[in-house]
Each structure stands twice: as structure tokens, then as C-alpha cells.
């Protein structure tokens, strides 16, 4: 395997010239709108400040200003790529302060969702990875697939992409009859791709030439910065929320947490945090197998709410693990059907947030791949 | 160890500074904590043996009115427990101390407060806006902001 | 306009195609139009969904291009905030004439869901740069894109691009002499 090491310089010896060179907003390698100012010395990277807000839509202004279920499309458009997992921090918060337990059918539908959600997220990640990485092919692999979940998506809840399906009590609408075949049927042909991709792109030598040993993370530095989700767990740390803090019914599932563990290079590098999600991708499939055999066909989507929801006075933290980390709300309500302050931790927002320390020393092409790794969702970021 | 116990130990230790818990079940219970201890009571909470919060989960700010707030959601990955810590600055002085040399994530998170809030870090190493453009004047998420009419010639509202 | 049903005969009238040198190159360029590859938000991801395999974007002959300068179109996926704005505008007037722009997604067009308390969000871009066709949806689907492209290229097609030329290079003479 090459080493590729992190290049130090002792500039007490040697001098030379650095060039301050812009990245984005307008680029198509930035993930979205993302802006980073690059210090570089010829070809290596010595400085990264990476300018956010380009996307700044105001989240926490309009979650003050609208009543708790209109709370709910706004949190669908923080992270637009997972925005199942998003929705359900939120409404278990609410659900937590007005004291209401949500009907078991829910609680499965809510499982099943989030991890079918988890697996389009991931697949995003995976392509566009390979796609900074100079591979095409598993970018339309992937988004092929996508489809699919997609369209189961769309008979539940009516949408593509961002769905206001869970609300507080329940769902939007209850699933459509032939739910757990396309499920299982969706679960059979997503392996059938990850089996390809990693034969196609994550054991292929020239993938990892590039990504192996490249951004190393290590551990400590990870938790001092808050990471979470696979930057964590490609660090070798093994802690998934739906593990160490199970809520929901994750507690009934059978499955592992995937780390990183320097298989073709060091603990911590871009390639650990790929294969954890890639590895992650499997997990999913077997909650989603089991969650399908357990859950019941008969019952109420919806549990009978008052006509105005108004969460008695008090503050509440409630944190789930999102597929690209640890996603929190922290809910201030005031008595009134208005919460005062609801302010979403972005997972993407404090993985970005890393980006500066582990990218120093790498040359600028390998800067592009890091940024990858770490998935970001700029609207999670900017909110 | 759970949030009566941080709170006598940190009594214990602190004194005066400790100001009360705030319980409220089911809901999060808080500490509320002096302005001026801030940096003192979370270098402990990170490296007293029995604590260990390693972690800061998430920082927000706060509009109460009159004052101000900065809440620390802490969370320690070896004992699994959880701590909120709130200080309360009034809204003309709104000064903490920064806590991001004692967890780097808090870095953006007090860049945020300090852009959407108004809450001034000290000590903080580069305390600029970080969602607002650099020129955006007044802090959003104030109860009594008014959103401008024109910015850079463009028509702010509908 | 009517330039594909003579091919189907081309020997009928000696191998000649009848037709204006304005429609001919009008046929051209509404067939192989470039655009400025520029995601913003949420409707990025139908966008990238719709360059993917079930939808493919690029029949319509549109090739992403990263630079403006090459491109004849600029597409708007997203919602455009106060801070992106100037940007978008930057890049708009890098483009070369003639240059057409897609607003994609509710929040391009008017505002969207932002419209009330987004005190960041600038409500529609066509507040900036002119907006030649507008994709309605939170967020669109892919079908509505590919509805928006053929708008595009229709429009394209009925274009009478000298009389434009001639006006753009007058307009520029006013505005210099002024």
C-alpha cells in the first residue's frame, strides 16, 4: 500500500511563498455552497477557513414564529437528504413534553423509514465521494437504486424528497398495502449494489491509493471536536445512539455498530469513514428485515391529540443518530402552542467544524476528498 | 451520576457561583451558573474524575426578555451521563467567557450565538459572524429585531 | 419547424434543405445547450437525481459546465440567500450572450416556504437577474425539470436571435455613450 503521510514543513528553514486561494461558493466539488479560503504552499495545504451561511435560510427564526406541527417541513429542509431522520428527534421532543405515547404500528413504520432514509443518505455519500474521487459509475449505480426507496417514499407520504410524514402523534397517512414486500424487496436489491460497488469502487486499488491515509482523525480529536455519526465511528470510537442511548425501539433490534479500523491504511482516514457507512448500509438492512417481521398490520396511525398542541413550560434536549451523526433539538416552550427558541445542533454544522485541523499538510486534491468524507449537507450547516 | 449529584458536588466546590437547579421532570433539569464561572465550572466538569463531560453536545443561546442565556448541553462518552448548564447575562453587558479551549466544537457554536444572540465571548480567538454576511447588522434571533428593508440594494422583505 | 420532416425525404429536392439560417442555428443551439452546473439546496438533489440514470438529464443535449463562461444557461436549484445573491449575479454577468436562465424550485421563484420571516432569503431571484423560465415545486420533480427544459428549448427555437443581437449591441451603445 503507499504510504501517503501528512507532509510537515519546517518553515524555519525553508522560504517560500503562499498562495490564499478561494474554493466555492460556486463549485462543484464543495457539496453545495460551501466556501473555503486555502492557504497552500505549492501543492500542500496549509491553512483551511472554510466561510459557511451561504444557505442560511433561517430555521430558527421561523421555528419561533410557527405553531409545533408547522415546525415540522421546515426541520425537512435542514437536512434535505435524510429528512426522515430529521423529523424524528423533533416530534419524539414533542411527543416527550406533552407526555403521549405514540401507537407500536408507529414506532415501526418510524423504523423502517428512517432506516430505508439512512440508506439513500449513505448512497448519496458513497457517490459523490467517488465522484471527488474521479468515479462516475457508482454515482449512477447508487442513484438507480435511490429510485426505488424513493418511490416507496412517495406512496407513503405523497413526496420525493422532503416529506413531513411524521407528525407529532403519528404519521401523515398510514402505509400503503404492499408496503413490506417493496421494503424487502428494496433491502434484496440494495445489497445486490453494495456488493458490486465494493468490488467496483471501494477495494479498487486506485480508490484506495487515494483515500487511504489520507485526513486521519484521531479519536480524542474527534470527541473534543464533537463529531458524531461515521467521522466518529470511522475513528475507531464505537458509539451509535441508537446503541448507547437506545430510543425509540431500537432496543429490540439485532445489530452492529461498524468502526474504522485502519484496514488499508491508518484508524481514522477518508476510507474508514466510507467503509463505515458502507458497512452501516448493511446494518440498516438488517434492522429494516427484522422491524418488517415484528411489525403489526393492524392499528392506528395517528394517536388522538388535542386540537392545539401546547407543551406544558420548560426546556428539553432530545438527540437521535442521524445518518450523518448525532442530530439535537433543544426546544424551549413557553406554555403557548409557539415554541420561544428551538435550536437545531447540526450534525454536518459540527462535523464541518473539523475540517481545518485534519486537512493541514495534505496536498489540495486530497483537501476535496476529506471534505467528501465527512459528508456534509450545507442546508444542516447553515441551517 | 445524575444532575443532583453534579449540582452538590459543584456547590462543594463553588460555592456562591453555583446559582440553583431548576427541576422540572419530565423535562431537563439545569444548573444555573454565574457568568463570571463559566470557564472554571466546564474546565472541571471536563476534567474532575467523576464528571469527564468530554463532549459538548450543543451550545445555544437564548432570548429571555431582559437578559440573555448561553446553555451548555454537556455529555460525557465514558459515563454516558448527561449535564445542562445555564447562565443568565443581562441583555446590555452579555458577556461570557468563551469555553472553546476547553472543547474545540464550541469554536461555531459561540460564533453562532454570538451572530444570531448577540452573546459576546471573551477570550474567544476570532469572534465574527459566522451565518450573517460579515456587514449584517443586528442579531436575528432578538425578540425585538426588526429585519432590515434593503441590504446591498436588495429588497429585504416580500 | 418543419426542418426534421424534410430529412426524412432528402433526396426529393436534390439533397437541399429550404429553410432561414435563423431557424437552422436556432435548431442547433436549442439542442445543445451547456449549463452552469449549480446546486444551492434541497432542489440540488433532485437535480443530481434527475443527471442519474432514470432520468437523464443529459438527452437534452445539456452537458454540466463548472465555469459560467462557458455556459448558455444558468440553472437556479435552490433557495438564494442575501449572502449568495451578489454572487449569482456575478456569475450571471460572466456568462456570454445569449444566455437564458432556469429558476428552479419555489424558493428561486418567490420566496417559497422563506417568504415570511426569512430575514436572510432573498424572496425570488428574478429580483437580481432576468428569470426566463419558472419551475414551480418543493422541490420539483424531476418531470418538472425536464418540463422546464423543453419550455426552455421551445423558447429557444422561436427565437429571433439577429434582431436580438442587433438590439443587445445598440443597448450597448446607449449604455456606453451614456
Sequence with gaps: MGEKKRIELDYSKIESDRMRLNVGPQHPSTHGVLRLEVELDGEIVTEVVPHIGYLHRCFEKHAEKMTYPQVIPYIDRMDYVTSMNNELPYVMAVEKMLGIKVPEKVEYIRVIMCELNRIASHQIAVATFGLDAGAFTPFLYFFRDREYILAIFEKASGARLLFNYFWIGGLSADVHPTFKEDVLAIVKQVRKTNKEIED??????????????????????????????????????????????????????????????????????????????????????????????????????????????KPPKGDIYMRAENPKGDLGFYIVSNGTDKPERVKARGTSFVNLSVLPEISKGYMFADLILILGSIDIVLGEVDR | MTINEIYEQLKEDYGDSIIELVENPPLDSSIIIKSSAVFEVCHTLRDKPGFEFDYLLCLSGLDLGENLAAVYHLYSMKHAHKAVIKTIVPKDNPKVPSVEKIWRSADWHER???????????????LIRILCPYDWEGHPLRKDYKEPEYYHQMKVPY | MGLLNKLNEPYEAGGIILGTFEDILNWGRARSDWYLHFGLACCAIEFMAMNASHFDFMRFGTIPRATPRQADFIMITGTVTLKMAERIKKLWEQMAEPKYCISVGSCA????????????????????????????????????????MIKLQKMIKEEAIFRKRKKLEEDSKIELSA
Excluded at chain 3, 119 to 138: A, M, Q, S, T
Aim: aromatic share 10%; proline share 7%; glycine share 10%.
Design chain 2, 112 to 126: 453562532e450565538a454570538y451572530d444570531l444572540i448577540g452573546i459576546i465571548f471573551e477570550n474567544h480567538h476570532n
Design chain 3, 109 to 148: 421563484n418567490c420566496g417559497g416556504p422563506y417568504w415570511e420571516h426569512g430575514y436572510h432569503v432573498l424572496k425570488g431571484v428574478d429580483r437580481i437577474i432576468p428569470v426566463h423560465v419558472y419551475v414551480p415545486g418543493c422541490p420539483p420533480r424531476p418531470e418538472a425539470f425536464q418540463d422546464g
Design chain 1, 200 to 309: 467496483l469502487l471501494i477495494y479498487n486499488k486506485i480508490f484506495i491509493e487515494r483515500t487511504a491515509n489520507v485526513g486521519i482523525l484521531p479519536a480524542d480529536v474527534a470527541i473534543n471536536y464533537a463529531c458524531s455519526g461515521p467521522v466518529l465511528r470511522g475513528s475507531g470510537v464505537k458509539f451509535d445512539l441508537r446503541k448507547n442511548e437506545p430510543y425509540s425501539i431500537y432496543d429490540r433490534f439485532d445489530f452492529d455498530i461498524p468502526v474504522g479500523m485502519g484496514e488499508v491504511g491508518t484508524v481514522g482516514d477518508s476510507w474508514d469513514r466510507n467503509i463505515v457507512r458502507m458497512r452501516e448500509m448493511e446494518q440498516s438492512c438488517r434492522i429494516i428485515e427484522q422491524a418488517v417481521a415484528q411489525m403489526p398490520d393492524e392499528g392506528d396511525v395517528q394517536e388522538k391529540l388535542p386540537k392545539r398542541i
